[in-house]
Structures are given as C-alpha cells and as structure tokens.
C-alpha cells in the first residue's frame, strides 16, 4: 500500500510545490455553473433578432465569433432564464478534442442576448476576475490540472465538481485587475478580425503569468 500523498493526488501536490501563492478551489469563487438545455429531437428554430446560441464553434480563447451563429426567439425552449449570458461569464467548451482539448475557453464580453448550447459551461464567478481565471488555466500551471483530468478519457470531458476542484493561486486583486487591462488588447485584436494575432498575444500575458506564479528554480 502507498500512503505517500504524491502518489495518490500527483496534481494537487506538484502545484502547491511549484507555486509561490496560496490555493483555493476554483468552486470558492464560483457563482453558477450551467450549460444549456438538452432537447433531443428539438433543433433550434432560427429567427432575424432574438437572443444567440454560444455554441462550441462560435468559442475561441480570446473571445466569440458570432458570424454563424444560430438566434432563436428569446424565451423559447432554447432559451432558459440560467442560461442567459452576462457580460463577464466565462464560456467554456466542455468536451470535444477540437475544442477543449484546444483550450476554447474564454470571457463573454459581447453587448447582446445571448445563451449557451449544451455542450458550452456557464461559469459565473464572484470576487475572482474572469479574464485572471481564463489566462491561468491557459497557463503551464493552470492548463496541466485540466490535462490530468482528461488524461484517459475517451471523449475529452471535464464535470462540474471537477471544474470547481481545479484550484487556482490567489493573486492580488490589482494584479489580477492589471491583468484585465491588458485583455483590452487581445480583445481590439480579435475584435479586428486578427484572430492569431489575438491568440498570440494572450500566449504571451499567460506565459507571464506563469513565470509570476511559480517558484524559482531551487526554490
């Protein structure tokens, strides 16, 4: 029998040695976590205006492209009230090689109604900044949680409980709001069309990040 913790909880251990600030759970900051509706048999029916269906093709991690996306009329089936975006939610692909696997998560920050499919998170935090929590887990630290638990899985897949178990470093709040101030950039990139632009700039603030949160070397 090992008793040794690194052998049962590898994750757990290697993050809390490797980084310089304390941890929590995800789940400590988060609001609501949804995804939407499931009615099998009952595609959406498009209308000209109503509210947007986020689904997994219209995420990318530096934010949404609508250009395909399905509206349907608000308050219809596909349209339920706690599946209603607001502007800061994260959305997050739940499944899907091409598109978890790919890191398509990312912060709703369009000024319109939408909702999300059922193969799209809501994520709602409170007292944590949404742009901080997105750059993590695109991070080397953040990124391997969510690597450990698709490691194995047939169709890459991540529950709710495991969602709220991925633990993240408790950075400042100004550093976290700094952070968000340099999402302006990534989003005016993406929002010109500039997607790998876009994409690499964010590689850039999360490789940062990164260095800001481990330990040196030794240490």
Known sequence: MRWDPAFWRPGRVELAAECVLPLAPLGDFIERITYGPILPGRPPEPVAEGVTI????????????????????????????RCRLRAGDVVLARSGVGTLARKRFTVFRQPLKATVSCFVDLIRLRGMSPYYVVTFLRSGLGWSQVERLLRGVG?????????????????PSAEQEALGARWREVARLHDSGRLAEAEARLDELASGLDSRLRKPNGA
């Open 54 to 81: 986020v689904g997994q093709r219209e995420l990318r991690p530096t934010g949404l492209v609508l250009a395909r996306a399905v509206i349907v009329a608000e308050g219809c089936p596909h349209d339920p009230p």
């Open 155 to 171: 169709t890459p897949n991540v529950s709710f409980p495991q969602i709220r178990s991925l633990r993240v470093p408790l950075l």
